[in-house]
């Protein structure tokens, strides 16, 4: 049996942890899931990009022209690929050049090989500030049906009245009855349950394979609903994980396995609520403040939760008290995650020290660690 310092000196090498070395393992392997976003000319199409993923798609520098119409997409940190096309203007010929472009594009691309060039899904915007809808729309949509998952996003419902949009979802539904519609906004004035941002979201990772479902949760910046759903699948990974690690029981001192898949885990979330987009210095502060202390805070649990073990070196490690703490923990750093990336995407200043103290995540761990029992 290794001595109480063999111990501490296997917690105290979680200081030197490489956190983009850990996060490059997590993400080698990531699909991206591709978004086709459509529409007439001034329909809010920027807009929804920027709001649902916290970033003006323009000012990314990024765009590559795959058209003349259609620009795509991949900002570095998202894991989401992004095409954005040129809405149509009034006129016959220049509709029928936008159908002829944006369907040959995503029949070219879909009938490709690789899933991965593909195009996923494709939201088509429609303005309810125009109180109608063309026959160019319909035609279109009708077209993308037939080649990808596609749904209707009824923007700036704000410029229309109940009458109009229900005249607007009639004909819809009348036209396409087997499509999708959404009504959304960024104005903050309308009021939130008139709107239906997870349920777009909700219909989203729903049309989209298993593998891609996580990555689309990861891009997002707003509407966290979804994300935080797909955060709990996350944390499920991890603890299957942990019960493979501890086939057998294990001492204390011999639970460096398991310590390493808890810090990934805790990095993997770190970077799926998307608050190490920020600067250095906060990735810094979250290894400093979680990372490094991961492996005190699972030997002082361990502790809590075996009282008879006496000491750390004594103590024995199932696999049913693997998976409780890894759960546990999952779920503390997520929700201290969740609730930074909320005040986050409010604008608001979040002092990532206290926020992830280690006296804040012992007390979420406790509190998860009984609902595991």
């Not at 959304?184 to 909700?202: A, C, F, H, T």
Request: proline share 3%.
């Amino acid at each position: 049996m290794m001595k109480e310092e063999d111990v501490k000196k296997l917690i105290d090498k979680l200081q030197y942890f490489d956190y983009d070395k850990v996060l490059n393992k997590v993400r080698k392997n990531v699909k991206k899931p591709s978004v086709l976003v459509t529409g007439g000319t001034g329909v809010g199409k920027s807009s929804l990009i920027n709001h649902l993923f916290g970033m003006e798609v323009a000012a990314t520098g990024s765009g590559k022209p795959m058209t003349e119409r259609i620009t795509r997409y991949e900002p570095e940190n998202y894991d989401v690929v992004l095409y954005d096309t040129l809405g149509y203007e009034v006129g016959e010929d220049k509709q029928q050049q936008f159908y002829k472009d944006v369907i040959g594009f995503v029949k070219k691309a879909n009938s490709q090989g690789e899933i991965k060039k593909h195009v996923h899904l494709a939201w088509y915007c429609i303005s309810a500030a125009n109180k109608r809808v063309t026959p160019t729309d319909l035609d279109a949509i009708a077209a993308l049906a037939g080649l990808t998952e596609v749904c209707v996003v009824l923007t700036q419902i704000d410029a229309a009245t109940m009458l109009e949009l229900d005249e607007i979802k009639t004909v819809l539904q009348k036209k396409l009855p087997q499509t999708a519609v959404f009504m959304v906004s960024i104005d903050p004035r309308v009021p939130e349950e008139k709107m239906q941002w997870n349920e777009l979201l909700g219909w989203s990772v729903d049309h989209l394979d298993a593998g891609l479902q996580l990555a689309f949760a990861q891009a997002l910046g707003q509407e966290l609903h979804v994300k935080h759903i797909q955060a709990d699948k996350l944390i499920h990974r991890y603890v299957a994980a942990a019960a493979g690690a501890v086939v057998c029981p294990l001492p204390m001192t011999d639970s460096a396995a398991l310590i390493a898949i808890q810090t990934t885990m805790a990095t993997h979330l770190f970077n799926f609520w998307g608050i190490d987009r920020g600067t250095d210095k906060i990735k810094e502060i979250f290894v400093n403040v979680v990372i490094s202390n991961t492996g005190r805070i699972f030997s002082r649990s361990i502790l809590k939760f075996l009282p008879g073990a006496g000491s750390v070196a004594a103590a024995v490690v199932n696999s049913g008290v693997a998976t409780s703490f890894t759960y546990a923990f999952g779920r503390a750093v997520n929700e201290v995650c969740y609730k930074t990336a909320s005040r986050m995407a409010k604008g608001e200043k979040v002092d990532i020290t206290s926020a992830f103290a280690m006296d804040v995540i012992m007390k979420l761990i406790q509190k998860y660690y009984k609902k595991a029992e």
